[in-house]
C-alpha cells in the first residue's frame, strides 16, 4: 500500500537492519541437539544442509520493504549489503536478494507462484495482500515455537501481529519492522510567521489554524487525497479518535459501519474538505512527491506550514543529511492529529513489511533463518534506522547519534506509539471493503456523498463479504 513510503518508505520508507541478543543462527542445523529435532519437526520436508554444503535460498520483496539499510539508496548497493551481511554471519545458507518496484514485485509474483519458480522468502504487506498469497506460504508458528518456546508471541508486540492474525488460522508471516502513521509535520518557524502561535490542539483550533494560514497565503494541512494509503490513515485515525474500540470491530466485521460514530467519523473526514483544512485540489495530490516536494526539496526548503505523514520520515532529521542544516533551521516538529471532542488523537502503528516463507520451498528451514534474522537478530539495527520502531517488547534504544531534532520526533513518536490509543492496521484485510472505503471518502471529499451514505454503502460491502 503506498508509496510505500519512500524512505518504508516513502520519499524515505526504512528498515535498517545488525544484531540483538538471540542466540546466534550460524549455519542451518541438521538433526541431532533436541532443538535442531524440533526445528526439523517444524520444517518438515525442507532439505538440510548436509557437512559443508551449503544451502541456496532466494528473497524478494519491493525496495522499501527494506529501506536505505545502512545508509544505501540505491537498489544494487542495498541489495548487496542484506545479502552480504546475511551470508558473513550465516555459512550454511547463501542467499540471493531481489529488489523492485512494489507493483512489479506482486506482479511477479503471480507469474513465479503459477510457474512453481516463487522466491523462498517473500516480502508481504500484511493485510489484503497477506490474505491473497496466504494459501502459498508455510504456517510459521512452529518455527518460532521451536526458536523460542510455547510463550514467544510474548517477545513481541501486540500490534506487530494485528494485521497478520486477522484470518484467525495461523501465522503466515513475520514483522520485521514498525511504523506509526496518523502524525503531522510542522514547519514551527513557517506556521508562528504566518499567524499560528502553536500547534492546534483541538479538531476547532485545526480548523481556525487552516484560515489563518490560508488568509497568509499558505497551504494548510498538505494532504495526498489521491492516494488510497493517505486516505485510509486520515479515516482510520479519525476513527480511531472517536472510539478506538469500534474502529477495530467494523474492519474486522464485528461491528456495524452504521454506528453514530462511524458517521461521525466520516463527517471529521469530510469536513477537511468542506472546512479549507487540507488544501485546495487534494483529491488530485499525491504525497510523493508531489506534497513532499513542497514540504522538503533536495535543498532542504520548506515551503508548506503541515503535511500529513508518518514515522518514516524522522530519516529527514538525520545530521548527515547534505540537506539537514537548511531543512532543520525551518524548526521541524511532529505531533498526533489534534483531539477530537476531548479524545486525544490516534496514532497506527503497524508493520510496514512483512516476510513469508513459500511453502512449496524445499528449502523452508534456512528461509525461516532469513525471516528470523530480520525479525528479531536485527532489531536494534532497526532502531538505529530511519523512522522504524521495533516489533519486540524489550525493544532496544537507539545507539546511534541523534540530532535532538531526531530525538524530540522519535520522543513524540514513540510514546504515542507506546500508548494505549493506537490501533494496529493501516487498511482492512479485505480487498472489498478497502476499495469501497476509498470510493466512499472520495464521494465525500467532493460532496458526493454525505456521512451517513457513506456508513450505508460501507455497511453494504461488508455484508457481502465471506468469512
Not at 204 to 216: I, K, V
Not at 326 to 336: K, P
Not at 391 to 400: F, G, H, Q
Request: charged share 20%; aromatic share 10%; net charge negative.
Amino acid at each position: 500500500m503506498r508509496k510505500m513510503i519512500a524512505v518504508l518508505l516513502a520519499g524515505v520508507m526504512v528498515l535498517s537492519l545488525g544484531a540483538c541478543g538471540s542466540k546466534d543462527a550460524g549455519a542451518v542445523e541438521t538433526a541431532g541437539s533436541e532443538e535442531a529435532v524440533g526445528q526439523s519437526a517444524a520444517a518438515e520436508g525442507t532439505e538440510a544442509a548436509g557437512d559443508g554444503e551449503v544451502v541456496e535460498i532466494t528473497v524478494q520483496s519491493w525496495q522499501y520493504a527494506l529501506g536505505n539499510y545502512k545508509g544505501f539508496t540505491e537498489d544494487s548497493e542495498l541489495t548487496q549489503a542484506v545479502a552480504d551481511e546475511f551470508n558473513a554471519t550465516h555459512p550454511g545458507i547463501h542467499a540471493t536478494v531481489t529488489i523492485m518496484r512494489q507493483e512489479d514485485h506482486y506482479n511477479a509474483l503471480k507469474v513465479d507462484f503459477a510457474a512453481g519458480s516463487a522466491p523462498d522468502v517473500i516480502g508481504i504487506a500484511p493485510g489484503a495482500d497477506l490474505e491473497q498469497y496466504k494459501s502459498q506460504l508455510a504456517p510459521m508458528a512452529d518455527y518460532a515455537k521451536a526458536e523460542w518456546g510455547d510463550s514467544w508471541e510474548d517477545l513481541f508486540t501486540d500490534a506487530s501481529f494485528t494485521t497478520i492474525k486477522l484470518s484467525g488460522d495461523g501465522i503466515y508471516a513475520f514483522p520485521s519492522a514498525m511504523s506509526a502513521s496518523g502524525t503531522v509535520w510542522y514547519n514551527n518557524k513557517l506556521m508562528t510567521e504566518s499567524g499560528v502561535a502553536s500547534f492546534p490542539a483541538t479538531w476547532e483550533e485545526l480548523t481556525e489554524a487552516a484560515q489563518t494560514l490560508r488568509s497568509a497565503g499558505q497551504i494548510p494541512l498538505m494532504f495526498g487525497g489521491k492516494d488510497n494509503w493517505q486516505n485510509y490513515d486520515m479515516f482510520i485515525t479519525i476513527l480511531a479518535t472517536i472510539n478506538k474500540d469500534l474502529c477495530n470491530d467494523v474492519f474486522a466485521l464485528d461491528a456495524e459501519w452504521t454506528e453514530s460514530d462511524v458517521v461521525k467519523a466520516f463527517d471529521y473526514y469530510q469536513r477537511l474538505f468542506t472546512d479549507g483544512i487540507v488544501q485546495d485540489g487534494a483529491l488530485s495530490t499525491t504525497i510523493y512527491n508531489e506534497g513532499y516536494s513542497q514540504w522538503k526539496d533536495d535543498d532542504g526548503n520548506s515551503s508548506i506550514p503541515m503535511i500529513f505523514n508518518g514515522s518514516w520520515d524522522l530519516g529527514s532529521l538525520k545530521a548527515e543529511n547534505s540537506f539537514y542544516e537548511n531543512f532543520s533551521s525551518n524548526d521541524i516538529r511532529v505531533a498526533t492529529m489534534p483531539s477530537i471532542e476531548g479524545k486525544e488523537g490516534a496514532v497506527l502503528t503497524a508493520p510496514d513489511v512483512a516476510w513469508g516463507i513459500n511453502a512449496a520451498s524445499p528449502n523452508q528451514q534456512a528461509a525461516w533463518e532469513f525471516v528470523k534474522w530480520l525479525c528479531y537478530d536485527m532489531q536494534q539495527s532497526v532502531v538505529d534506522g530511519l523512522g522504524f520502531f521495533s516489533v519486540l517488547k524489550e525493544a532496544p534504544s537507539p545507539a546511534v547519534a541523534l540530532t535532538d531534532d531526531y530525538k524530540a520526533a522519535y520522543d513524540t513518536i514513540s510514546a504515542a506509539a507506546a500508548s494505549d490509543n493506537t490501533v494496529g492496521f493501516r487498511s482492512s484485510f479485505y480487498t472489498k471493503l478497502n476499495d469501497e472505503l476509498f470510493d466512499q471518502l472520495q464521494l465525500l471529499a467532493t460532496g458526493a456523498a454525505s456521512p451517513e451514505d457513506a456508513a450505508a454503502a460501507m455497511a453494504e460491502a461488508a455484508a457481502g463479504i465471506s468469512r
